[in-house]
């Protein structure tokens, strides 16, 4: 293995990649694997879908992407066959080749990797906002709950195999546990408060909640980032 997969449900994993923290997310179905997020270099993909090839016996046959930062989705395009599910605010800024570029410099990236990553860019398959998506003996929800860490957030619930499952919701950065939330120019700090009501809405009291950087947490975690936010009203 490449990375530590840590097991959150039937069929359902998480990886935390060494730069930046980052999670990307796993579903197995039997139409193939879903990840959540792909990090930010072609070579971090690669060994992500080795590792999903070992774990699952499958391919990656589809991607969700969160939202637009760098470092959850400039590995995409290493899986070639892979279908690619977005916001089109997100499909839009992926041809936006200067703005990644620079967004992942200042925060580390090696630069020859991320012009790799960006020059193999493709367009997503998929650009939606709520889809219920059929993996054959499973689906999943994507849903956009909201304004928040960006203007177009996306989170994936995934349903429990059986008992005694919970809900898993891959959160995205609309929820953060290994620093505080990122406020910049792409937030909306209004609305994210009650944008999390409705990411609590979806995974409900017992859900599994799985932030974009960071351990996973509960609701109880998600209701303190909650009162976190509006103190900075």
Request: aromatic share 6%; with cysteine.
């Given at each position: 293995?490449?990375?530590?997969?840590e097991r959150l449900?039937?069929?359902?994993?998480?990886?935390?990649?060494p730069f930046l923290?980052?999670?990307?997310?796993?579903?197995?179905?039997?139409?193939?694997?879903?990840?959540?997020?792909?990090?930010?270099?072609?070579?971090?993909?690669?060994?992500?879908?080795?590792?999903?090839?070992?774990?699952?016996?499958?391919?990656?046959?589809?991607?969700?992407?969160?939202?637009?930062?760098?470092?959850?989705?400039?590995?995409?395009?290493?899986?070639?066959?892979?279908?690619?599910?977005?916001?089109?605010?997100?499909?839009?800024?992926?041809?936006?080749?200067?703005?990644?570029?620079?967004?992942?410099?200042?925060?580390?990236?090696?630069?020859?990797?991320?012009?790799?990553?960006?020059?193999?860019?493709?367009?997503?398959?998929?650009?939606?906002?709520?889809?219920?998506?059929?993996?054959?003996?499973?689906?999943?929800?994507?849903?956009?709950?909201?304004?928040?860490?960006?203007?177009?957030?996306?989170?994936?619930?995934?349903?429990?195999?059986?008992?005694?499952?919970?809900?898993?919701?891959?959160?995205?950065?609309?929820?953060?546990?290994?620093?505080?939330?990122?406020?910049?120019?792409?937030?909306?700090?209004?609305?994210?408060?009650?944008?999390?009501?409705?990411?609590?809405?979806?995974?409900?009291?017992?859900?599994?909640?799985?932030?974009?950087?960071?351990?996973?947490?509960?609701?109880?975690?998600?209701?303190?980032?909650?009162?976190?936010?509006?103190?900075?009203?």
């Open positions: 293995m490449n990375f530590v997969w449900a039937e069929g359902v994993q998480r990886t935390r990649l923290d980052v999670t990307v997310g796993l579903v197995e179905a039997d139409t193939g694997a879903l990840v959540v997020d792909t990090g930010t270099t072609l070579s971090e993909a690669a060994a992500i879908e080795a590792d999903i090839r070992a774990i699952a016996h499958s391919s990656v046959t589809r991607i969700v992407l969160t939202h637009k930062h760098f470092d959850h989705v400039l590995g995409s395009s290493a899986f070639m066959h892979a279908e690619i599910y977005c916001s089109p605010e997100v499909a839009a800024y992926m041809s936006a080749s200067a703005e990644l570029r620079a967004d992942a410099l200042r925060h580390g990236a090696d630069a020859a990797a991320v012009d790799r990553a960006i020059a193999a860019l493709r367009t997503p398959d998929h650009v939606v906002y709520d889809v219920d998506v059929d993996l054959g003996d499973r689906s999943v929800s994507i849903r956009h709950p909201g304004r928040g860490h960006t203007d177009t957030d996306l989170i994936v619930v995934v349903p429990p195999a059986g008992a005694p499952d919970a809900t898993v919701v891959f959160c995205g950065d609309l929820v953060e546990e290994s620093a505080d939330p990122v406020i910049d120019a792409d937030s909306d700090l209004a609305a994210w408060p009650e944008t999390l009501d409705r990411l609590l809405e979806a995974g409900g009291p017992d859900a599994v909640y799985v932030p974009g950087h960071g351990a996973v947490v509960d609701a109880g975690f998600i209701r303190r980032q909650q009162t976190w936010l509006q103190g900075r009203l």
